[in-house]
């Protein structure tokens, strides 16, 4: 799937004087059903994380504490997402190589996902996942 698919979504906000409200609805807010939800934390600032992709998992990440970077990569192009706020998520389609850094200490990421966590999902080599984004996007264009 190209980049392209890949967009900051502008959550739900109920402001409220007593502290503010979002909420995300699955296959409402995001194009998918959430079966699993993961957060980092404790994070060191100046860390970084990620750096693999997934076959077919579907994903939104937020910034729910602080903040940091997400670069996407879809095997032709590559783009910096900043993530700093609560009640935005970066919607993250599958075939999508992404390295998460610039994390600002006590920062908290959550991430949202389409499925159970399955290692045989993951590319954690580059070059593999670039060839088969390629042969992917080939196929695609045929
Ligand atoms: P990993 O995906 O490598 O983290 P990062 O997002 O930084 O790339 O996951 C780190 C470890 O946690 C790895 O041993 C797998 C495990 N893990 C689970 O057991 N369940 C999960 O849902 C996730 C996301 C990771």
Same mark, same amino acid.
């Given at each position: 799937?190209?980049?392209?698919?890949?967009?900051?979504?502008?959550?739900?906000?109920?402001?409220?004087?007593?502290?503010?409200?979002?909420?995300?609805? #699955?296959?409402?807010?995001?194009? *998918?059903?959430?079966? %699993?939800? &993961?957060?980092?934390?404790? !994070?060191?600032?100046?860390?970084? @994380?990620?750096?693999?992709?997934?076959?077919?998992?579907?994903?939104?990440?937020?910034?729910?504490?602080?903040?940091?970077?997400?670069?996407?990569?879809? #095997?032709?192009?590559?783009?910096? *997402?900043?993530?700093? %706020?609560? &009640?935005?998520?970066?919607? !993250?389609?599958?075939?999508?190589? @992404?390295?998460?850094?610039?994390?600002?200490?006590?920062?908290?990421?959550?991430?949202?996902?389409?499925?159970?966590?399955?290692?045989?999902?993951?590319?954690?080599?580059?070059?593999?996942?670039?060839?088969?984004?390629?042969?992917?996007?080939?196929?695609?264009?045929?």
């Amino acid at each position: 799937m190209p980049i392209a698919e890949c967009k900051i979504a502008d959550l739900p906000k109920i402001t409220d004087p007593r502290g503010n409200l979002t909420f995300i609805e #699955g296959k409402s807010h995001i194009p *998918f059903e959430i079966k %699993r939800v &993961y957060y980092t934390y404790d !994070v060191p600032g100046g860390s970084d @994380r990620g750096a693999h992709a997934h076959k077919n998992l579907h994903q939104l990440i937020i910034a729910m504490s602080g903040s940091f970077d997400v670069v996407l990569d879809d #095997g032709f192009e590559k783009k910096r *997402f900043h993530l700093n %706020r609560s &009640y935005f998520g970066l919607y !993250v389609c599958p075939m999508m190589w @992404r390295e998460l850094d610039n994390f600002s200490s006590g920062s908290v990421c959550l991430v949202l996902a389409s499925e159970l966590y399955d290692p045989a999902d993951y590319y954690r080599d580059y070059k593999e996942f670039l060839r088969d984004a390629k042969a992917k996007r080939g196929l695609a264009e045929c």
